[in-house]
């Protein structure tokens, strides 16, 4: 009988061990098939241009989900996209700063208006939060939108500078003028932020965290501050999210309210992380880097006018199919 124990024990290590080589060896294959993307596809703009948006929204999906893992749901975080877009625009317009100077400090406007919207809204739980967010979107929108001497209201933004460069003793690397190495750059972000959000997930951050997501009065027993760490996770999701923003106005050189503060850029982030998988690492940037080139090259051609379906359609099926998401689906398979 101890004989049968030991053995068991070791088949169920030695499952395990094979498991967690198949999916570092998945996640390797996957870094190489994003690095060497360029290569494969001979430099197609095209192509890359829709990769390029796809590393961009995974990684908003990522800011978003650190939110999330407090177990709040959002649907405001076009307030943040918008706010560093515009952010990020107009100091590079007005002022003549460089891209590396006004991405960041759009991260930083970001996270202010997230500390305004946390003190606003962080009393509230569930449903009335996700409300609650998704009607503080309308505050930075309408300043936008009527503060004509600065914003330029309705009009929006035009000739906004490309994606930062770099000069270095004769070395100089323009990010905005190759689409290729506009890929490289937001690939960059990507993994920096995907490597943030593992450290956070494993740290006593992400630990106090789950602990509110699964009981907050018991962690509000133990001298968990719920609320500060809420608030905590709202920031730094604000942050990133600022970030993303501005990249996005670098990248596409125009902007208007209506186009980064509209519902896509709250809803498309959340569609990602509960198709991916809500509270995992790689699962929202997983449905990001899948979705929406699907999206592009399938649905769009196929149907110009309702192609968005696709989105609410893979969010039904997913929750009523695969309730962990598509990374859930296929830790379960390998």
Excluded at 113 to 120: C, E, Q, S
Excluded at 156 to 173: D, E, K, T, Y
Aim: with cysteine.
């Amino acid at each position: 009988m101890e004989n049968d124990k030991k053995t068991m024990n070791f088949l169920t290590a030695k499952n395990r061990l094979n498991k967690s080589k198949t999916h570092w060896i998945g996640l390797f294959l996957g870094f190489m098939l994003f690095f060497a993307l360029p290569l494969l596809v001979q430099s197609n703009h095209y192509i890359l241009q829709v990769f390029t948006h796809a590393l961009l929204l995974a990684a908003l999906a990522l800011a978003w989900d650190l939110l999330g893992a407090s177990g709040s749901i959002s649907l405001g975080h076009a307030a943040f996209f918008g706010a560093g877009a515009y952010a990020s625009a107009l100091l590079g317009l007005d002022l003549g700063l460089s891209p590396w100077a006004t991405i960041p400090l759009a991260g930083l406007i970001a996270t202010g208006l997230g500390l305004i919207m946390g003190l606003i809204c962080l009393r509230l739980r569930g449903a009335y939060f996700a409300l609650a967010t998704l009607a503080f979107v309308e505050i930075p929108w309408v300043i936008t939108d009527n503060w004509d001497s600065l914003t330029r209201g309705s009009l929006g933004l035009v000739g906004i500078s490309g994606l930062p460069s770099i000069r270095i003793h004769g070395f100089h690397v323009d990010f905005g003028s190759s689409i290729v190495v506009s890929y490289y750059l937001i690939f960059a972000y990507f993994m920096i932020l995907l490597g943030l959000v593992a450290f956070v997930h494993q740290s006593n951050i992400g630990l106090a965290l789950q602990a509110i997501r699964e009981e907050e009065i018991a962690a509000e027993a133990v001298g968990i501050h719920v609320n500060g760490y809420r608030l905590l996770s709202l920031l730094m999701s604000a942050f990133f999210t600022g970030v993303c923003g501005a990249c996005y106005a670098h990248l596409v050189r125009y902007i208007e309210p209506g186009l980064v503060y509209g519902l896509h850029f709250s809803a498309v982030p959340m569609i990602f992380a509960i198709c991916g998988g809500r509270l995992t690492i790689l699962g929202p940037a997983v449905a990001a880097m899948v979705l929406y080139p699907m999206d592009q090259f399938v649905f769009h051609p196929l149907l110009p006018a309702g192609h968005e379906f696709l989105y609410g359609a893979v969010l039904i099926l997913a929750m009523l199919f695969m309730p962990n998401g598509f990374w859930g689906r296929l830790r379960n398979a390998s």
